[in-house]
């Protein structure tokens, strides 16, 4: 659902780790997901997307994972680079509406 | 290709003042057209999406309206401004049938007064 109220959860890492960012949709009826960066004052930019017949894609650097039995979604990132600072969100999707998740703000230290 | 233009980029009204902003898209047929806010630090709420001419499904009550004029415009109205309508509005476009991301704007800083 859309917890927009929430203030959003920070994950802290060091460059050159593996970040993992969580998500929890909620409708099972949602058929396609995708993953969003939004850096400051900006629109979200697109990342990878997954289709609900599919557990797993794979990016450059980035890989999401989806679980349906859980109503739950991630990302991982690779070699978390200083440039992957970023507040990240999760939407979820059917034929119409978009809804996003929470939000996770990531921020990498050297 | 397609390109999805918002203005104006910062706004600074007065309560019980009117607003209008505009989001156009181009390079595209028949979007889903979406409205979201966004307030500082917070997600991105849903406000208003569009799946065609003069159809508006609104997503919570509140103090704004939605119009979608022609094919690739869309229009987000207020009458009377309040303080909690200040936020980051986004407009975004999104292929119809599903199954595709959506293009969002630079979005749109709005600071009530």
């Known amino acids: 659902g859309e917890n927009v109220g929430l203030h959003l959860p920070t994950l802290s890492v060091q460059e050159g780790d593996n970040s993992i960012i969580n998500c929890a949709y909620s409708?099972?009826?949602?058929?396609?997901f995708i993953w969003y960066k939004q850096e400051s004052g900006k629109g979200p930019q697109f990342i990878i997307d997954i289709r609900s017949n599919m557990d797993k894609r794979q990016g450059q650097r980035v890989t999401v994972l989806l679980n349906k039995t859980v109503k739950h979604l991630s990302l991982q990132i690779a070699a978390t680079q200083p440039g992957d600072s970023a507040v990240y969100f999760c939407a979820e999707a059917n034929t119409d509406k978009l809804i996003f998740g929470t939000g996770t703000r990531l921020q990498v230290f050297p | 290709s397609q390109t999805i233009h918002q203005w104006p980029a910062t706004l600074v009204q007065p309560v019980g003042s009117p607003l209008s902003l505009e989001c156009t898209v181009e390079?595209?047929?028949?979007?889903?057209l979406y409205w979201y806010r966004q307030a500082a630090g917070r997600g991105l709420q849903l406000l208003f999406y569009?799946?065609?001419?003069?159809?508006i499904s609104s997503e919570v009550p509140q103090n704004l309206s939605a119009s979608r004029p022609q094919d690739r415009q869309f229009i987000l109205s207020s009458k009377k401004l309040l303080l909690s309508d200040s936020g980051f509005y986004l407009c975004?476009?999104?292929?119809?049938?599903?199954?595709?991301?959506?293009?969002f704007g630079q979005g749109t800083r709005l600071t009530v007064v």
């Open positions: 975004a476009w999104r292929a119809s049938g599903g199954g595709t991301e959506a293009f």
């Open positions: 569009s799946v065609g001419i003069g159809q």
């Open positions: 409708n099972s009826a949602s058929d396609y």
């Open positions: 390079g595209t047929s028949n979007p889903n």
